[in-house]
């Protein structure tokens, strides 16, 4: 595809923005730097296709909807569909700019994560083009909600698709409503999340353009949520479950055409797993992500070490990984044994191959808010959000845990979303008072049942993202009530799994929750699968 032409203006601001990054350098790394700028800085040319792609996706839209019988309907169907191009350009365009980063940075992780976060101007652009793209969607998809539903007419003609124009213009004009305006200095601050090059899913959506709904006098009625049920929510009597099952379902049904293709193509997608030592849990684990690679087709290998293994042996181990051109995915598998230094385990795995998303390169990506692989269990509750119809913009969001693996990035996704956060721990003063304020509040604390209701607000959204096991009589009884029937089944299996909010105040207070088991815990699987498919499809193309 060719790239829109670049402006002198714009590509002199480029060079300048390398040198001031990097330093000083030889003759051919400046080149290079020229070159990623020319190839990365046409972001601001508006939102338009290139003549050949606009042709293209023309074609295929008007092949897709020429059978509609509805004028109207026909025409809304024909522009949601060219958005789909917008949607490949935007996704293109951020893949090169990944690119470029590694490419300047000649293996040096260090440069190539100074030049990408460098690039504000650019990633600010492309979170616009996402916006722009995500906000037609959505008004183009209400247009069509409102519209009668079409009857079928086995009598009425069905106009054949008109062939494409066989010349474009040389400055086409806009399919849709105008640009995204530039960004005030709060939107930069807290800019829309754009489609990551490595989570494969598509992020929150973006702020509906509509006027702004009136202020609601009661600042602590519920989140209004009932109104428009996704498929994905199951009815409860007091609270609506956001079932893990059906979201789960939905993306591994997407990952299997995208499989497909890419073993057609070239090869399925390969996933390596290394277990250390003889962890129970992390056998779980380890099997179930197993077993999902082969339902999905996706190439698997497990690697077991005795609990006596070295960290030079298990670096080893992941540097014949890095080297191998099959494998686009290296898991290993936590906690590690006590000799083992997990950092220099991280630290060992290619970035690209990462797809647990906990590399200091991603996490930097994360920060920013540039295209790289996302931590899977924050990168499954939002997938719960989005797709159970929940916008975290506006809303006050408390993430309850600050570790590494699920409470700092979440906070970081949810701000990337526009929520206002703020972050608990253990240190955290007047810890019920902060947890009642959040709109959404997502616990990931690792202690059983600890948020009752006294931090719970009435009509909440609660993200429960705990799994912890309970064995004692005592504690199962706290946190059943009594309930005879609960205490029964916990007295024949020896344990009771419970997450970190107390499940009876959830349900009773919250206007949705994630129920523990069959909620966040199924999504991390599904995003690791999703991490390791777009790394395959970001190495093959």
Same mark, same amino acid.
């Given at each position: 595809m060719p790239a829109t032409p670049i402006s002198e203006k714009r590509l002199a601001a480029n060079r300048a923005n390398a040198r001031k990054s990097t330093g000083p350098r030889t003759a051919a790394g400046k080149a290079a730097s020229c070159a990623n700028a020319r190839r990365t800085g046409a972001y601001d040319a508006g939102h338009r296709l290139p003549p050949r792609l606009e042709a293209h996706f023309r074609a295929l839209a008007e092949a897709a909807t020429h059978s509609i019988l509805d004028p109207q309907r026909r025409a809304l169907a024909f522009e949601l569909h060219m958005l789909t191009g917008h949607a490949r350009l935007h996704e293109s365009r951020e893949r090169a700019l990944f690119n470029a980063g590694f490419e300047y940075g000649q293996g040096d992780e260090g440069r190539a994560t100074q030049w990408v976060l460098r690039q504000v101007g650019f990633i600010q652009a492309l979170n616009r083009y996402a916006g722009w793209i995500e906000a037609n969607t959505r008004r183009l998809q209400r247009a069509l909600d409102v519209l009668p539903a079409e009857t079928t007419d086995s009598t009425a003609p069905i106009p054949p698709p008109q062939p494409p124009a066989t010349t474009q213009a040389t400055e086409p004009t806009p399919l849709f409503e105008g640009t995204i305006p530039p960004p005030t200095p709060l939107e930069s601050a807290a800019h829309q999340e754009p489609r990551p090059g490595f989570e494969g899913t598509n992020p929150p959506a973006a702020p509906s353009p509509d006027p702004p709904a009136p202020p609601n006098p009661d600042r602590n009625s519920a989140i209004s949520l009932r109104s428009a049920a996704p498929p994905c929510y199951r009815e409860g009597s007091m609270a609506r479950i956001l079932d893990g099952k059906v979201i789960n379902q939905q993306i591994l049904d997407?990952?299997?055409?995208?499989?497909?293709?890419?073993?057609?193509?070239?090869?399925?997608?390969?996933?390596?797993?290394?277990?250390?030592?003889?962890?129970?849990?992390?056998? /779980?684990?380890?099997?179930?992500?197993?077993?999902?690679?082969?339902?999905?087709?996706?190439?698997?290998?497990?690697?077991?070490?005795?609990?006596?293994?070295?960290?030079?042996?298990?670096?080893?181990?992941?540097?014949?990984?890095?080297?191998?051109?099959?494998?686009?995915?290296?898991l290993v598998q936590m906690p590690l044994p006590k000799q083992v230094d997990s950092r220099a385990v991280l630290l060992a795995i290619r970035p690209d191959k990462d797809v647990d998303g906990f590399h200091p390169f991603n996490v930097?990506?994360?920060?920013?808010?540039?295209? #790289?692989?996302?931590?899977?269990?924050?990168?499954?509750?939002?997938? /719960?959000?989005?797709?159970?119809?929940?916008?975290?913009?506006?809303?006050?969001?408390?993430?309850?845990?600050?570790?590494?693996?699920?409470?700092?990035?979440?906070? !970081?996704?949810?701000?990337?979303?526009?929520?206002?956060?703020?972050?608990?721990?253990?240190?955290?003063?007047?810890?019920?008072?902060?947890?009642?304020?959040?709109? /959404?509040?997502?616990?990931? /604390?690792?202690?059983?049942?600890?948020?009752?209701?006294?931090?719970?607000?009435?009509?909440?959204?609660?993200?429960?993202?705990?799994?912890?096991?309970?064995?004692?009589? #005592?504690?199962?009884?706290?946190?059943?009530?009594?309930? #005879?029937?609960?205490?029964?089944?916990?007295?024949?299996?020896?344990?009771?799994?419970?997450?970190?909010?107390?499940?009876?105040? !959830?349900?009773?207070?919250?206007? #949705?929750?994630?129920?523990?088991?069959?909620?966040v815990g199924l999504l991390t699987i599904a995003m690791l699968m999703s991490n390791t498919v777009q790394s395959a499809e970001h190495r093959l193309k």
């Open positions: 997407e990952l299997k055409p995208r499989i497909a293709h890419l073993t057609a193509a070239r090869r399925a997608p390969g996933l390596v797993v290394i277990l250390v030592g003889n962890d129970p849990a992390s056998e /779980i684990y380890v099997r179930n992500k197993v077993k999902t690679c082969i339902e999905l087709g996706v190439h698997s290998e497990e690697i077991r070490l005795p609990d006596t293994t070295t960290t030079a042996e298990l670096l080893a181990h992941i540097e014949t990984l890095n080297q191998r051109p099959d494998i686009d995915g290296i930097g990506q994360l920060v920013a808010n540039a295209p #790289a692989p996302r931590s899977c269990t924050p990168a499954g509750v939002m997938e /719960i959000l989005r797709r159970s119809g929940i916008d975290p913009a506006g809303k006050d969001a408390v993430v309850v845990g600050r570790s590494d693996i699920v409470g700092k990035p979440m906070a !970081m996704l949810l701000l990337h979303a526009h929520a206002t956060v703020t972050i608990c721990h253990s240190k955290t003063q007047n810890l019920p008072e902060v947890c009642k304020r959040a709109q /959404i509040l997502v616990a990931a /604390i690792g202690r059983p049942a600890m948020l009752t209701a006294d931090y719970i607000r009435p009509g909440a959204v609660v993200i429960d993202v705990g799994m912890n096991r309970v064995s004692s009589r #005592a504690e199962a009884e706290r946190i059943t009530r009594g309930d #005879a029937e609960k205490l029964a089944r916990f007295e024949k299996r020896g344990s009771l799994l419970v997450g970190d909010v107390h499940p009876l105040d !959830m349900a009773e207070l919250s206007e #949705a929750y994630t129920p523990v088991p069959g909620g």
